[in-house]
């Protein structure tokens, strides 16, 4: 089953959205996940669903926009997901230590805050790292050893090395590759897609962004995240068939959705 983990449907003009899901369903994607980033768009988030039954969303907000949400509280996150069953993850969380220095610690108060909301509500959290790696790992570490495997764990569009994946992996964590592996330059990357075990590796677009090869250049969507499944493939020596299988079904059974 053809999966878009990772896509940011608001992000498209308002006239193109209905097109841009169109076109993903036509070209065989059978589910989108559509990221929240602002909590503060959520409203907007919720109805560019279009109340199609296959397109879910989250509710969270990414770290370099914390400055303009510093209310968000588990309690909020909790309630808001309580009341709109089409919420099926937590996040975009996370850190981004490379375009905000200036509000390190309001990254972390607020990542605590999500990972507390997914522990409670048993939705996984969506992690984002950008120049936090280590970071993420001592928090992550201090959530295992505090929740177990209670809180479930998605890595998304992961852009680390070697030693940072094996450590998430160890961690039980699920991690999610984007077109950025059929970039020519990242070799450390596509290392990566061989040493994630089977039963944890997810697939997306980030779209609008990163728009896999042959699509470079052009404004990334759903409907692209065949190419991530057929380089996942290339590099695990198997089939596109199988990837879209694997993929499909750790995605089911993380954000538990039934089709």
Same mark, same amino acid.
């Given at each position: 089953?053809? *999966? ?38 959520? =409203? ?79 939705? =996984?959290?969506?992690?984002?790292? &950008? ?7 001592? *928090? ?67 779209? =609008? ?6 699509? &470079?250049?052009?404004?990334?969507? =759903? ?12 590099? &695990? ?23």
């Amino acid at each position: 089953m053809l *999966i878009d983990s990772h896509a940011h449907i608001l992000y498209f003009e308002e006239s193109k959205q209905l097109e841009i899901i169109k076109n993903a369903f036509e070209s065989g994607i059978k589910i989108i996940n559509n990221i929240s980033t602002e909590v503060k768009k959520f =409203p907007q988030l919720l109805a560019s669903c279009y109340n199609l039954p296959n397109i879910y969303c989250t509710i969270g907000t990414h770290p370099c926009y914390v400055q303009n949400e510093p209310e968000i509280t588990t309690e909020f996150l909790v309630n808001t997901i309580n009341n709109n069953p089409k919420i099926i993850g937590i996040g975009e969380t996370g850190l981004d230590f490379f375009h905000d220095i200036t509000h390190k610690e309001l990254q972390i108060q607020q990542f605590w805050q999500h990972i507390f909301a997914s522990v409670e509500t048993q939705k =996984p959290i969506i992690i984002h790292t &950008r120049n936090s790696d280590d970071k993420i790992l001592e *928090i992550l570490y201090k959530a295992r050893l505090q929740f177990d495997n209670k809180l479930k764990i998605l890595i998304h569009c992961f852009t680390g090395n070697l030693d940072f994946c094996q450590k998430l992996i160890d961690l039980n964590c699920y991690i999610s590759f984007s077109g950025i592996i059929t970039f020519k330059n990242a070799i450390e990357i596509q290392k990566c897609v061989n040493i994630v075990p089977e039963n944890r590796i997810i697939i997306e677009t980030d779209s =609008p962004y990163l728009a896999p090869e042959p699509m &470079r250049g052009k404004e990334n969507q =759903p409907a692209f995240v065949k190419f991530v499944a057929e380089k996942v493939a290339f590099l &695990r020596n198997t089939s596109v068939e199988n990837v879209v299988k694997f993929t499909g079904q750790n995605f089911l059974e993380l954000f538990d959705v039934n089709l």
